[in-house]
């Protein structure tokens, strides 16, 4: 998913019911949901190698050949 979309619906959600501004956010340990953890961390820029291969650890490795994505947690 794009962050565009990302942010999309996100906004839809707040739009839908505004105290969800004040709910925790948590996200699920795999894609079946079997367990729930709090989102610790504020979003950031990592860049990318390959998306099965090799993160970097700051955005100061960037460049050209670097796939830019955003890290939520």
């Known amino acids: 998913m794009k ?7 996100l906004n839809n959600l707040v739009k839908e019911d ?3 501004l004040e709910v ?6 795999d894609d079946e949901g079997n367990s729930y ?3 610790c961390f504020s979003p950031c820029v ?3 190698l390959d ?3 090799r993160y970097l650890e700051t955005t100061d490795e960037i460049d ?3 796939v830019k994505t955003v890290c939520v947690n």
């Open 3 to 9: 962050l565009k979309k990302y942010l999309e619906k």
């Open 18 to 20: 505004e105290s969800l």
């Open 24 to 29: 925790p956010v948590i996200y699920a340990s």
């Open 37 to 39: 953890q709090e989102v």
């Open 46 to 48: 990592r860049g990318v």
């Open 51 to 53: 998306m099965n291969e």
């Open 64 to 66: 050209s050949s670097v």
